[in-house]
């Protein structure tokens, strides 16, 4: 993925035909490919190399060893005024998604606030887009999950926590919403992979090593440490409160129940997710939230060099809607191998 | 606060007495003193000095100065199924929290989520108080307030996020919650305010002086510095999440418009605060929900020297329902004083 490396340029459009294809040719139906592949080629739109085609081959595997069922039909229940729970069927993630919209939007509009929860779904792709998907129709949005067991609890030295990503999105009419997507990891886990595989170190803070020190040396985290927590005993906090919602809430998995019943395909776990969804037009401001939100949003970017999150994303995509994107040629040659093509 | 000061010894019920008392001597009515004087003896109770009998002070100057209604009669209105809204009437938080409290968990569990709006309240306590008592009535509970802006955003070197805090509880049947209740900022305002008195340094990563560069003097964060986030970027987008939360969302104010309109008489700013309640027994696994969290907790504590959050504040009530507590007697003298006594 480094900036020299030779890159094949694709539009987006063909970006989606080839994820598409490939997920069908490993034995997605038209619907689920359809669905992964809209999620690929917004990660690739946005720029967020690490979850767009990179992700193709842990699809793929999960797939072909039969951990993921490419032809899961979603299956969507009503489990209280402000409760919508899908089914995903052993599926991945967008699909059922997809399937959960709707519903939960609905609920939050007419109770004011609502849940979604996603169970038995192997999610393996940012959180942002299902923030952002509830956002554009004028939500604010929270999503969490969980993971493999990757993070220490505070002052612990065994991993125990995933990765546990939460996402957070604010309806901006008129303009495209506010997002964030954070790991609960100090740095995601991808990015100690790239650094373990292009022979840099992690910045302090990162890792441990099996004896528990810190380091950091990518492979001594990898290879028996652990992940620390952002920000330290108040990210592992964050890390705890995303596995009891997705796990005990909503009666799915913990990170450390997803690992104990893995295949180790080097796909997703199997696990769950929650979603909130609020509607601010039935709060205490509802004509005026949105004005204000802009005036705390003009503030902060009054400052040189101060973004609001997710504007790199934003401007991407202007970018990369007229010219494409550039794919690194291994992992292209990779995806169409895996395609059969 | 140091070991060595000269303390007083009283009992818990001597501690709410005093609290009572002084509160009902200078302007409040016997429910809002009751009901402050609630919040402070827990605080004294859980051995959380920074938000008992020292903030006596603040409550009295913002009682004397006008700023706070100490006769506020908070007001409920109903937004929608899933919303409850408590006009606070420019009072003290702790009684409009209790009118809230039956609502937003009547809510909860016919609705499955629900959301309680706060307006016009000053908040000067722990967030931890109002997510425990949700979770002892067997709902998780979130909280989540702002302040006056001392926290720059990601790559700001302006404060304007307040220390914002948000508290998560997860009920436990049969035992004290487990609760969590931990600001944006990497260190408490009050904590940076006792270094400057007692002439010491800050951990890295506090703040920032008034030329933006990294500091652990805390008189130079202090005096036209800024508080850093917690964890960097990820903190800050939880403190900007918060700002949202309590001010657009609910209609009340950001930190920085709390600031330019309070009358800096010590005391709390003017705000908003948003609490949401999820009922565990209307999601996916009602019969397991505790179970299965219990697994996670004794796995967590497995791991020698791994406490869960607000272990130590359990504990201390233990020892302090028996011995009482001891207060700094600088700090009792001022309470009196104050009381009139």
Chains 1, 2 share one sequence.
Not at 85 to 107: M, N, Q
Not at 128 to 135: F, G, I, M, N
Request: overall charge negative.
């Amino acid at each position: 993925m480094a900036a020299t490396a030779p890159t094949v340029s694709l539009s987006l459009d063909e970006v989606h035909a080839l994820a598409a294809g490939c997920l069908a040719a490993n034995g997605c139906d038209a619907e689920n490919a359809r669905a992964v592949a809209d999620t690929i080629t917004a990660a690739e739109r946005d720029i967020c190399l690490s979850h767009g085609l990179f992700r193709l081959p842990g699809y793929v595997a999960s797939l072909r060893s039969g951990k993921a069922n490419g032809r899961a039909q979603p299956v969507v229940e009503d489990l209280a005024p402000g409760v919508v729970r899908v089914d995903g069927k052993g599926g991945f993630a967008p699909l059922a998604l997809e399937a959960g919209r709707a519903p939960l939007a609905a609920k939050a509009r007419s109770q004011g606030v609502a849940a979604l929860a996603l169970n038995d779904i192997h999610h393996f792709a940012a959180l942002w887009p299902e923030v952002e998907a509830l956002a554009e129709q004028g939500l604010c949005a929270f999503a969490f999950t969980a993971a493999f067991p990757y993070v220490v609890a505070a002052g612990g030295r065994t991993p125990i926590y995933g990765t546990n990503p939460m996402a957070f999105a604010w309806p901006r009419p008129g303009r495209a919403p506010l997002v964030f997507d954070q790991a609960s990891s100090a740095l995601a886990r991808g990015e100690i992979m790239i650094a373990a595989r292009e022979g840099h170190a992690v910045p302090p803070g990162t890792g441990i090593d099996a004896e528990g020190r810190e380091t950091t040396d990518p492979n001594a985290i990898l290879d028996g440490g652990a992940q620390l927590p952002f920000g330290g005993y108040k990210g592992a906090s964050i890390a705890l409160m995303i596995e009891l919602l997705v796990g005990a809430l909503i009666g799915d998995r913990f990170s450390f129940e997803a690992l104990a019943v893995d295949n180790h395909d080097g796909g997703p776990p199997k696990g769950g997710e929650l979603m909130l969804a609020i509607d601010p037009a039935r709060f205490g401001d509802p004509e005026n939230f949105a004005a204000h939100a802009e005036l705390l949003f003009g503030r902060i970017t009054a400052e040189e060099g101060v973004r609001l999150p997710g504007d790199r994303r934003r401007r991407n995509r202007e970018v990369t809607a007229v010219d494409g994107v550039q794919v690194d040629s291994a992992l292209h040659a990779k995806v169409v191998e895996l395609a059969g093509g």
